[in-house]
C-alpha cells in the first residue's frame, strides 16, 4: 500500500448531518404479514370498494335510454347465419340485463343499439361490458363478426371503436349468444360429466364504461411485482424489494385516496422495479441477449369434445376474431394456429373474419403452423391416414397462404408413433412441438429439448413446453417454469412458452400481453426472472436450436421409438363404433385409390379419377381422427357427428368403388346378394368368369373352395362333439378343442406342439372393472386387472355347431354377461391350404350386446411362448413392448396399442393375434389379452352401449414374427371380392400392375397406389394443375431391415420415375424397365415413387 491510501481510509466529513439521536422505535417488518396485506389491494373480498379494484373504471351506463337491447331466439338448436337472424320477419322482443336465455345448445342474437353520452366522446377508452355467461359474438350491424366473448367474468369487453364514438348518435351491433361455455355445458360443474341439456344462461352484463387505463395499468404492475414478492426466493434481495415496493404503492393508494394523481405516483413507484416501458412493446428492445423464454400466443380449440363441429365453427370465427383485434393494437403479438380444417371452415363460412385473418397472416403476426388437417390423434390411424393428415394438411396451407409449414404442432395427443419423425421429415417438417407427456402419471419423462428418432432412424428436434401447458396465462409462474423445468438445459437453455385460453378457444388476452411486458421489464431492471420475449416465430424458436446443433455448440440427447403415454389407455378402446369406422373407412378408400387409379389409365376412357369425392371422403375420415374424436373421449353429440360422417364415408365409397370396377370392366350391377359377390373365407366357390379383386400387393391365395374341381390341393376341416360336451374342430394344420366357447387345446399338427398351456383356456372372455382415477372415457388404470372375472356360459348346451364343413367348421357359443348384455361368438377353422403357403388361423367372429356400467371387456389368449417382449403392427411398422413389469417404465406399458396384429413369438415359434377393429391390447407374461369393449359414463354417458360386431383370430406360426403375420393381418381387414368379368386375361393383367414381384423380399409392402395430387385430370384445383399423368406408389419395409424388390407395371407404360416425398415432391429420378422399377428400403423405410405415365 502506499501513502496515498490514508486519505480514502479517512473520508471528508459529509455536510449532511446524520441526526444524533434517534427519533422513535422503528420495527423490522414481519415478512408474511406484509405479504399477505398484499391481496387487499387486488381482489374481490371485503376491501373491495377500498381497493385498485374500485378505480378500474371511471362511469357505467345500462339500459335505456343508453343501452337499448331486444332479441330474438333462434329455433330448436339451430346455429342460423347472421343473415337468417337478422331477417326482417324475425320478431326481435324486448330484453334486460337480469334475464335468463336457454336451454343449452340454443342461440339467441340480441340487437344492441346504443348512444354515448357527450362527455364519453373524448375519453381515451370506451368499452362494451357484455357477460352472458356464455359464449358470444359481438357482429357489426351490416353483418361482420367482430370480437368473440366468453362470458363468466372472461373477456367480457368489447372495445369501441374511435368511429362509434361522435355526438348524438345511435349505433346498433347484433350479439350472437350460445348457450354454452368454454368447455361445453358439463352438469354439476364436472368439466367432464355429460352434458346438462337443461341448462339456462343470465344475462349479467350489457354495459357501457368508461376505462380508466392508468387503474388498469397498475392493476398488471401490482400483479407481477406481486407475485415476484411470492414467489422470488427469500433469500434474494428482488424478493424483498419486491415487497417493498408493493407496500409502498399501497400506502400511496391510501394516502391519495384513490384519486387519479395518486395513481400516476403508484405507477411511478412501480416502475422503479418495471423499468421505464412497460406500457409498450419497447420493453422488448431493451437488452435483446439473455432472451430465453420464447412466448408464443395460441389457442387450441378441440375440434370436437364437449360441443360438436357445429360449436368449433364458431369458437373458430370468435377466437380468431379477438387475436386480430389483439395484433391491432399490440405491435409485439404474434399467434399460431393449427388444423388446416379450422381455416377451411372460417374461409367458408366467415368471409370478413378470413380476410382479417389473411391480411394478418400476410404481415406474418398470424402464424399457420402444424401442417395437418386437424391435430389427430396418432396412436390409431393407419400409416396412410398419418400421411394424409399432413398431404391435406400441408396443401391446404400452401395453397391458401403461399407456404407451407415447419414445425407439427400436437400439444395435446395422447401418445406418439415411433413413425412421426420419419413422416414430419418426408412432409418437409423438421420440428416438432408438444408437452402432453407432462402428464404422465407414472414415470417423468427425462427431456424437453431432444431429437426424437423414428424406426427407420429419421430424426426431428423435439421441444416440450416446460412450462408442461400449452394453455399458460402468461404468469409470472409460467415464466419462472420455463426454466425451472426445464429438463435440457445442459444441451440448450431457451424454450417455448405457449400461452393463451385453451381447449375450448380463447387464445391470449390483452391482459396477458400486459402481464409479459412486466415480466419482461422486471428482468430488465431487477433480473432474476428469465428474460421473456414474445416469440418472433416458432420457426425462429427451433432456428436458434438448429444453429447451436450446426456450429457444434451443442449436441441434442436422443430418443429412440415411440413417445408411450402413460396416461389415456382406455382410449385405444373406447368408442368402439367409431374405432370400426375408421378401420373400415381406410381400407375402403385404399382399395378404391387403387382401383380408380387402374381405372384412369387401363379403362374407360370415360372414366374421371373421383378426386372431388375422394377428397371428401378424406376429409371426412381425417376429421374423425381428431384427439378427442377417434380416442373416444367426447360427447354423446360428437359421436351421432361421427357415425353421420361414417355413414357418408361408405355410402360415397359404395359408389366409388362400382364406379371404378365397372370402369374396369367388372359387372358390378348384376348380382345385388352380397354374400354371393363376397367370397372371404372360401363360403362361395369362384368360377367361370368371376374375377377375385386382389388390392394388396402380393399373390393371395384365395383360401380353397372345397366345392369346385379347380382347388384340388385342399384338405377339408372337419368338427365333431366330444363328450363332456366339448367340440373338436381340425383340418391338416391345427386341432382345436372348444368348450363354452373357450379353446382347452390348440394343437399345431406339423410343428406337434401344444399352444394353450395345461389348464388354461384361450379366446377366454374376461371381464374387470374399469374405474380409474378421474378420467372416464380416457383412462384405465393397473389395479383393474385385479378384478378380473371369466364369463362362462350359464349351462352348457348354450354352443353348437354353426358349420360343418367341408370348406370350413364352426361352433357357436352364447354367453352371458349380465342381465342386460350378452356375447355370441363363432369360433371357425377353415379347410387347410397343402401348397404350404398358407398358415391356418382359428377364426372369431362375435356379436355382442352390451349395456353394463364401469366395466371392460377383453379376450384372453394364455400361450406356450416364452418372452420378455411382444411385437405389436404399428403405422409402417412394428413397435415392440416389454412383457413385464420390472422397471415402473415397463409397468406404465400395461395396455398398449396396435393396429391389425399384436405377436407373441419365442425361438423358432409364435402366436399372432389379429384383429378387424380393435387397438388395445396387453401381454403380461404368457398371457396376450385383446381389449373389446369399455362402458365409461363421461363425457358420454351412453359410450359403447348396444350392439357391436367384431373379429378376431389366432394364427400359430413357425418362426418368429414376420411376413406370415404382416400379410395375415392385411388379409384379415381386406375381405376378397369377386366379380364377373368379360375378359378375365386382360383384367388379371391389369390387376397386376403396381404389385410386387414374386422374387421382391417379403418384407416390403405396397401401402398405397393412388393419382398424383396436382395431374391435369385429376386435380381439385387447390394448387396449379400440372401437366402430365402421374400414379405414386408408396412402398415400406414392414420387418425392420434392409429391402430390395420390383414394382411390377403389368400393361400400364411408365416412362419415367422419381423417389418423392408425401406431399409428392419429387426428388432423385429412379430407373424404370419395361416390366417394372426395382426399390431398395432401409429398415422400416417409407418410400414414395412418382411414376409418369407414358
Ligand atoms: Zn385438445
Avoid at 381340425?730 to 378343442?737: E, I, P
Avoid at 380393435?918 to 396376450?928: D, I, S
Wanted: aromatic letters at 10%.
Amino acid at each position: 500500500m502506499g501513502g496515498d491510501t490514508n486519505k480514502a481510509m479517512w473520508p471528508a466529513p459529509s455536510s449532511a448531518k446524520y441526526p444524533q439521536l434517534a427519533s422513535r422505535p422503528v420495527g423490522k417488518q414481519i415478512h408474511h404479514i406484509y405479504r399477505d396485506r398484499l391481496g387487499q389491494f387486488t381482489s374481490n373480498g371485503q376491501y373491495k370498494q377500498q381497493s385498485l379494484l374500485s378505480k378500474l373504471y371511471d362511469a357505467r351506463l345500462s339500459g335505456e335510454p343508453h343501452v337499448k337491447l331486444s332479441v330474438w331466439s333462434a329455433p330448436g338448436q339451430t346455429r342460423p347465419s347472421f343473415e337468417e337472424a337478422t331477417k326482417k320477419s324475425n320478431e326481435y322482443r324486448t330484453a334486460r340485463k337480469g334475464d335468463a336465455f336457454g336451454p343449452s345448445w340454443t342461440t339467441h342474437w340480441f340487437k344492441l343499439t346504443f348512444s354515448l353520452p357527450h362527455e364519453w366522446i373524448y375519453k381515451p377508452c370506451v368499452e362494451l361490458h357484455w357477460d352472458s355467461n356464455s359464449e358470444a359474438m359481438v357482429w357489426s350491424e351490416d353483418g361482420n363478426p367482430l370480437q368473440g366473448l366468453t362470458g363468466g367474468g372472461e373477456r367480457n369487453e368489447w372495445v369501441i371503436p374511435k368511429h362509434f364514438r361522435d355526438f348524438d348518435q345511435e349505433h346498433t351491433i347484433y350479439i350472437e349468444m350460445a348457450c354454452n361455455g368454454m368447455f361445453g355445458n358439463p352438469s354439476g360443474g364436472d368439466t367432464i360429466q355429460p352434458p346438462d341439456p337443461d341448462r339456462y344462461f343470465r344475462l349479467d352484463e350489457a354495459d357501457l364504461v368508461v376505462v380508466n387505463l392508468e387503474a388498469r395499468a397498475l392493476f398488471y404492475d401490482f400483479w407481477i411485482i406481486g407475485d415476484a414478492a411470492r414467489e422470488f426466493p427469500e433469500d434474494s434481495w428482488q424478493e424483498h424489494q419486491a415487497l417493498q415496493i408493493c407496500n409502498q404503492i399501497m400506502d400511496c393508494f391510501i394516502t391519495g385516496e384513490g384519486s387519479r394523481d395518486c395513481i400516476s405516483e403508484c405507477r411511478d413507484i412501480a416502475k422503479k422495479y418495471l423499468g421505464e416501458h412497460i406500457d409498450s412493446e419497447k420493453v422488448y428492445e431493451h437488452e435483446t441477449s439473455g432472451v430465453i423464454v420464447n412466448a408464443m400466443g395460441n389457442c387450441h380449440i378441440d375440434t370436437c369434445w364437449l360441443w360438436p363441429w357445429a360449436e368449433t365453427k364458431r369458437k373458430v370465427a370468435r377466437s380468431w376474431s379477438n387475436q386480430c383485434d389483439l395484433l391491432d393494437r399490440y405491435p409485439e403479438h404474434r399467434f399460431v394456429a393449427s388444423q388446416a380444417q379450422q381455416f377451411k371452415w372460417l374461409e367458408k363460412l366467415y368471409p370478413y373474419a378470413w380476410d382479417r385473418v389473411k391480411s394478418h397472416v400476410k404481415k406474418g403476426t398470424f402464424q399457420t403452423i402444424g401442417g395437418s388437417w386437424v391435430e389427430h390423434d396418432t396412436n390409431m390411424p393407419s400409416g396412410e391416414s398419418l400421411v394424409r393428415q399432413f398431404l391435406y394438411g400441408q396443401r391446404f396451407f400452401e395453397s391458401r397462404f403461399g407456404a407451407r409449414c415447419r414445425t407439427f404442432w400436437l400439444p395435446d395427443t395422447f401418445g406418439y408413433s415411433t413413425q412421426l419423425p420419419q413422416l414430419c421429415r418426408l412432409a418437409g417438417m423438421e420440428r416438432f412441438f408438444t408437452q402432453k407427456l407432462s402428464w404422465n402419471n407414472i414415470n417423468n419423462f427425462p427431456h424437453t429439448t431432444f431429437n426424437w428418432v423414428s424406426l427407420d432412424g429419421s430424426q426431428v428436434i423435439c421441444h416440450m413446453a416446460p412450462c408442461e401447458t400449452y394453455t399458460a396465462e402468461a404468469h409470472f409462474g409460467d415464466v419462472s417454469r420455463s426454466v425451472s423445468q426445464h429438463k435440457s438445459m445442459d444441451q440448450d437453455a431457451t424454450s417455448l412458452l405457449p400461452f393463451g385460453k385453451g381447449d375450448g378457444g380463447g387464445g391470449p388476452t390483452f391482459g396477458m400481453l400486459e402481464k409479459l411486458r412486466r415480466c419482461r421489464g422486471l428482468s430488465n431492471t431487477v433480473g432474476l426472472l428469465p428474460k421473456v420475449k414474445i416469440a418472433e416465430t416458432v420457426d425462429a424458436f427451433f432456428d436458434g436450436i438448429e444453429r447451436k446443433v450446426a456450429t457444434g455448440e451443442t449436441e441434442l440427447v436422443t430418443w429412440y421409438g415411440e413417445l408411450y403415454f402413460e396416461l389415456h389407455r382406455g382410449t385405444y378402446t373406447t368408442q368402439a363404433n367409431n374405432k370400426r369406422g375408421n378401420r373400415k373407412s381406410e381400407a375402403m378408400l385404399h382399395d378404391i385409390e387403387y382401383l380408380a387409379t387402374l381405372a384412369t389409365i387401363q379403362g374407360d376412357k370415360k372414366y374421371a379419377y373421383p378426386k372431388k369425392d375422394l377428397d371428401t371422403m378424406w376429409e371426412d375420415v381425417l376429421l374423425c381422427q381428431f384427439h378427442d374424436c377417434l380416442p373416444g373421449s367426447a360427447i354423446e353429440m360428437c359421436y351421432r357427428d361421427s357415425d353421420e360422417a361414417y355413414a357418408r364415408v361408405f355410402k360415397t365409397g359404395e359408389k366409388l368403388l362400382k364406379g371404378a370396377l365397372g370402369a374396369l370392366g367388372f359387372e358390378v350391377d348384376g348380382k345385388k346378394d352380397e354374400k354371393e359377390m363376397i367370397c372371404d373365407g372360401g363360403q362361395k366357390p369362384i368360377k367361370g368368369e368371376k374375377v377375385t379383386v386382389q388390392t394388396l400387393s402380393w399373390d393371395r391365395e384365395s383360401l380353397p373352395c372345397a366345392a369346385t374341381d379347380a382347388f384340388s390341393n385342399i384338405s377339408v376341416a372337419s368338427v365333431k362333439k366330444l363328450e363332456d360336451d366339448a367340440f373338436e374342430l381340425s383340418n391338416n394344420d391345427l386341432r382345436v378343442v372348444l368348450k363354452d366357447g373357450a379353446i382347452t387345446s390348440l394343437y399345431d399338427k406339423r410343428a406337434k406342439r401344444e399352444l394353450v398351456p395345461k389348464g388354461s383356456t384361450s379366446n377366454q372372455l374376461v371381464i374387470y372393472d374399469d374405474k380409474p382415477l378421474y378420467w372416464q372415457a380416457w383412462d384405465v388404470e393397473l389395479y383393474h386387472l385385479r378384478s378380473r372375472k371369466e364369463l362362462n356360459p350359464s349351462n352348457n348346451s348354450s354352443s353348437f355347431i354353426s358349420s360343418s364343413g367341408p370348406d370350413e367348421v364352426a361352433v357357436t357359443t352364447h354367453t352371458r354377461i349380465s342381465e342386460k348384455s350378452w356375447i355370441k361368438t363363432t369360433v371357425s377353422l377353415s379347410a387347410a391350404s397343402t401348397t404350404g403357403n398358407k398358415t391356418s388361423q382359428v377364426e372369431v367372429t362375435a356379436e355382442v350386446e352390451w349395456h353394463e356400467t364401469m366395466k371392460f371387456l377383453k379376450v384372453e389368449f394364455p400361450t406356450t411362448i416364452t418372452n420378455t417382449e411382444a411385437s405389436y403392427e404399428t403405422q409402417f411398422g412394428i413397435v415392440r413392448r416389454p412383457t413385464h413389469y420390472n422397471t415402473s417404465w415397463d409397468m406404465a406399458k400395461f395396455e398398449v396399442c396396435c393396429h391389425k396384429w399384436a405377436d407373441l413369438s419365442e425361438h423358432g415359434y409364435g402366436i399372432s393375434i389379429l384383429n378387424e377393429s380393435k387397438y388395445g391390447f396387453a401381454t403380461q407374461g404368457n398371457v396376450m389379452r385383446l381389449s373389446l369393449l369399455r362402458a365409461p359414463k363421461a363425457p358420454d354417458a351412453h359410450a359403447d352401449m348396444g350392439r357391436h360386431h367384431m373379429r378376431w383370430a389366432i394364427l400359430p406360426h413357425v418362426g418368429t414374427v414376420g411376413e406370415k403375420t404382416v400379410r395375415a393381418g392385411y388379409e384379415f381387414n381386406y375381405p376378397l371380392r369377386s366379380f364377373p368379368h368379360s375378359d378375365v386375361k386382360r383384367i388379371k393383367n391389369v390387376m397386376g400392375a403396381f404389385k410386387l414381384s414374386s422374387d421382391s423380399d417379403k418384407s416390403l409392402v405396397v401401402d398405397t397406389v393412388k393419382r398424383g395430387e396436382d395431374d391435369e385430370d385429376a386435380s381439385n384445383g387447390d394448387m396449379p394443375p400440372r401437366e402430365g399423368r402421374h400414379v405414386i406408389v408408396r412402398v415400406y419395409d414392414s420387418l425392420g431391415g434392409f429391402s430390395r424388390g420390383t414394382v411390377l407395371f403389368g400393361p400400364v407404360k411408365i416412362a419415367r420415375a422419381w423417389k418423392c416425398n408425401i406431399l409428392e415432391d419429387a426428388g432423385e429420378e429412379v430407373e424404370v424397365e419395361r416390366e417394372g422399377m426395382e426399390v431398395e428400403l432401409r429398415a422400416f423405410e417409407v418410400a414414395s415413387y412418382k411414376l409418369e405415365l407414358a
